[in-house]
Every structure is written in structure tokens, then in C-alpha cells.
């Protein structure tokens, strides 16, 4: 055995001379016989299924235009608002919302189901000051081939002005959170017509500027119930690319996703100072899956993930999925306006305050629906993310052998093996490994960074699993 150096290097090397000769490695086997140099190839995305973009073209601006000013039309949906009004407050947008999804679960053929989600939120001592029931609206596509495998996407319908506690002035709440309403809704419209594998939820939430109540209510349900959630996505304040200085980048969304995960125990501490993996946990192989999948002609945007779990110091309702042990990552527009949220509706000075729906960009909120069209319908219609994935230690090589679980979908074609020089932030060198539980490959696992994902017969990825050592 070489020096692991000039393994390494020369393996990378060959991997490179394979893709120049355009090998390809779906079916191919050379690599089975280890530890001869791998035949791998460059990562190279997803492209997106006729299917996919169908779909991405029924994405509506003008249903999202309509969704955002009716929910703006309620005056206010501050979680303290009136429960029980039919014209104005969080109650009418309640029902609202809970009317369409409805409407929309009809044309599902059955496979869709509309809930609504309450409890009693007792009094926190900070943003609620009175016993608040917290409502979330959910609407549920059930998969037809893994319906406990589970995909969330979410948005808040709640509201608020420039004092979180004032329950009755106007709150328009266009761009937070009406836009990732109508993102949410938009989607259940298109996905409803379709049959996807696993199951995909599509909820709006209250209690988001109290505190993350009703997105907290749902993670611990979810929990409670023992749900397989694999991935889970807010879209929050997605209504517009332009700063307040200007500055426009309407083919951009960003990705907040955290590094280090939320809810790591100390064992699992343990485990990441030895191997590495602070850039790899589950919620940035989320992130680096929304980009393979949804950076391309079918939502025609670009995906800036972000190496934090929110905005700084601030938060939102992919965290209590994260506390629950969930991966889970934050869709928001590129800049932010402070001019157009949390703000009482007025002129200052000639200047327009508030969160109005004329701040808005419809084509854009549709852009980013797309984006999430593209993640979600590929996470549901892939298998799901490879798991008992180890390294195995047991003897001192300079080769790696990676070994996992084979997953039940009845449409597994097998799995790839991926790695990266551990500067990368992307996956750049994949393998085919086949139908089977372990592969050896011929570069070190002290010198770059190995996951497995799953691949089906269409040809669908999951999300990379990143391993954990095992002696
Ligand atoms: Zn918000």
C-alpha cells in the first residue's frame, strides 16, 4: 500500500481521467473490485423530470397575488387577534385558509387530508400574556409507496406589527408570512393532482412571532407519534428580492442551515471532534439536496446556502423541527427590507412603513415556490436517506469501507458512494456501488469526507447520508 497521500491523490486523479473518458458508472462494476483505483465521475445535479417541470410551469403569480391580499384582508392575524370573527383576525384567516386547502384536498382523489391542529398555549410570562388557543392548518399528501416516510414544508399565517403585543391595529403581513402562506398553498394546489411515494405536509402555522408556538406544537406531535420526518422547510419572508438600498437579486433565494445540529448529545459530540462532520450534518445535506435538485430550467433560481441555522441572532419555525432531531433548513428572500416588517403601517418623512402587499414581487414568491416544488417532489419521489451508514474501523487501512442498511422501496436501484476534499462545500466524486450493503473504496478516510445516497430506477437521488465510524 502506497503512502495514504499519494493514494489519495492519485485516486482523485483517476477519478477525473474516468470522467474525461466519459465513463459511466450506473451499472458499471469496475470499482467492486477494491482496492483498485475507483471509476468515479463528477457529481453533476439532478436534472429536472418532464413531470417536474409540468409542474413548475402551474405555478400560479396570479393565485399567489390573490392568496397574499386576501390574507392581508383580514386586517390583522396576530395570534391575540379574534378567534371567532368572521371579517377580521387570525380566526377568519383561519378558516380561510382551512376553506381552500379543503377545496384543494377534494380534487386529490382522497389521498389528501385537511386537519386543524389546535391547543392551548398557557401564558409564557413574555409574548403571551393570556391563555391563546394556537391553531396550525395542515394538509397532508399521503405517498403512496413509503406513507410514513414524511416532507414538511410550512409558513406562518400569523401576523404582527411594530409591537408584538398589539393584537388590533392593521398587521398586513404580506411579506411575513403571507408570501410563504401562499407558497405553501400554492403547492398543495399542484402536488394535490399528483401521486408522490412518500407523504408531504403543507401547514400553515400561528404563533411564529409569539414565540414558534404552532410549529413547535407540530414538531412535538410529529415526535410524539414517533413520524419519520426526513426534511422539513419554512419559507418565511420570501416575498421580495429587493433591499432597501436598492439592490435587487430576484433569481435568488437563500437556505439557512445549521452546521453543528441543535439537538447533538454529547456522545455525538464526541464523535464529530474526532472524525470531523461539523459541515455535514443531516440539515446541510438538506441544503446541498435542494441545490443538486433545484437550481436549474424549471425554477430558473440559485440557492445561497447559508452556514447558519437562521438569520444572526434571530429565529424561525424550522427550529423546533431541529430540536426535535428532524433535518430542517430556512427559505427566505436575499435581502431583507426592515422599512416592510414587524412595522406599524405609516408615513415617516414620506417614506411608506409596513408590510404591504405592494412590496411584494408575485413572479418572485412563484420563483421560490418552484424551488420548493423541486426539492419537495424529488424528496418524495426518491428514496429516502440512507441510514445505518458507517465507516467501518476495524482494521487500520488506507482504504475505506463503508457499509449501511438497504432501504425497503420497491424501486431501489442501489447506492452511490460520494466524497469531497474536506475544503469543499459540495459533493464532487460519486461512485456506483450497486445493490448491495458495503463498498470498499481506495482513497483514505483521514483524507477526504465519504456519504452514500440511494438511487431509485427512474433515476432519482435521496440526500446523502454522512457516516458515523463503527468497529
Ligand atoms: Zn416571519
Not at 382551512?98 to 377545496?103: G, I
Not at 391563555?131 to 395542515?138: H, L, S
Not at 452511490?416 to 473504496?441: I, K, M, N, Q, S
Request: glycine residues 8%; aromatic residues 6%.
Amino acid at each position: 500500500m502506497s503512502p495514504s497521500g499519494s493514494t489519495s491523490r492519485r485516486a482523485l486523479l483517476s477519478a477525473s481521467a474516468a470522467t474525461a473518458a466519459g465513463a459511466s458508472l450506473i451499472g458499471g462494476r469496475a470499482a467492486e473490485a477494491a482496492p483498485a483505483a475507483p471509476a468515479a465521475r463528477r457529481v453533476t445535479a439532478q436534472p429536472p423530470g418532464r413531470d417536474l417541470v409540468a409542474m413548475a410551469r402551474e405555478i400560479d403569480p396570479g393565485r399567489i397575488e390573490s392568496i397574499v391580499r386576501r390574507l392581508v384582508a383580514f386586517g390583522t392575524r396576530h395570534t391575540l387577534s379574534a378567534q371567532d370573527d368572521p371579517e377580521r383576525g387570525i380566526g377568519a384567516a383561519r378558516d380561510w385558509i382551512h376553506a381552500e386547502l379543503r377545496r384543494i384536498a377534494d380534487a386529490s382523489g382522497g389521498r389528501m387530508t385537511v386537519e386543524l391542529q389546535s391547543y392551548v398555549q398557557e401564558p409564557d410570562g413574555n409574548r403571551i400574556p393570556v391563555p391563546t388557543t394556537i391553531t396550525n392548518v395542515v394538509a397532508t399528501l399521503r405517498g403512496s409507496a413509503a406513507p410514513e416516510r414524511v416532507y414538511v414544508v410550512s409558513g406562518h399565517y400569523d401576523s404582527r406589527v411594530s409591537d408584538v403585543g398589539n393584537a388590533t391595529d392593521d398587521a398586513p403581513g404580506a411579506d411575513d408570512d403571507a408570501s410563504g402562506v401562499a407558497v405553501v398553498m400554492e403547492l398543495a394546489r399542484v402536488m394535490s393532482t399528483r401521486t408522490t411515494e412518500a407523504t408531504v405536509v403543507f401547514a400553515a402555522v400561528a404563533g411564529e412571532e409569539q414565540g414558534l408556538y404552532g410549529a413547535g406544537h407540530m414538531a412535538q406531535r410529529f415526535k410524539a407519534a414517533g413520524a419519520d420526518v426526513q426534511g422539513m422547510f419554512t419559507n418565511d419572508i420570501v416575498g421580495s428580492p429587493v433591499a432597501d438600498d436598492g439592490t435587487a437579486d430576484p433569481r435568488v433565494v437563500r437556505l439557512f442551515a445549521e452546521g453543528v445540529p441543535t439537538s447533538e448529545t454529547p456522545e455525538q459530540a464526541d464523535v464529530r471532534r474526532s472524525v470531523g462532520g461539523e459541515n455535514d450534518s443531516p440539515s446541510r445535506q438538506l441544503a446541498r439536496f435542494v441545490r443538486d435538485v433545484a437550481e436549474n430550467r424549471a425554477t430558473g433560481m440559485t440557492v445561497n446556502v447559508i452556514y447558519r441555522r437562521d438569520r444572526y441572532l434571530r429565529g424561525g419555525d424550522h427550529i423546533p423541527f431541529l430540536e426535535e432531531g428532524y433535518p430542517a433548513a430556512r427559505f427566505t428572500e436575499p435581502h431583507e427590507d426592515y422599512a416592510h416588517q414587524h412595522q406599524d403601517v405609516r408615513v415617516e418623512d414620506g417614506q411608506q412603513f409596513g408590510d404591504l402587499p405592494e412590496f411584494c414581487d408575485m413572479d418572485y414568491i412563484a420563483r421560490v415556490a418552484r424551488v420548493n416544488l423541486a426539492t419537495l417532489w424529488t424528496l418524495a419521489q426518491a428514496p429516502g436517506t440512507p441510514t445505518g451508514v458507517h465507516i467501518d474501523t476495524g482494521d487500520l487501512t488506507n482504504s475505506t469501507t463503508l457499509v449501511w442498511t438497504r432501504g425497503p422501496e420497491p424501486d431501489l436501484a442501489g447506492y452511490e458512494v460520494v466524497w469531497r476534499e474536506p475544503t469543499e462545500p459540495e459533493w464532487t466524486h460519486v461512485l456506483d456501488a450497486g445493490d448491495t450493503t458495503t463498498h470498499t473504496v481506495d482513497i483514505s478516510k483521514d483524507n477526504v469526507f465519504f456519504g452514500v445516497r440511494a438511487v431509485d430506477r427512474a433515476g432519482h437521488r435521496s440526500p446523502v447520508a454522512y457516516p458515523t465510524p463503527s468497529r
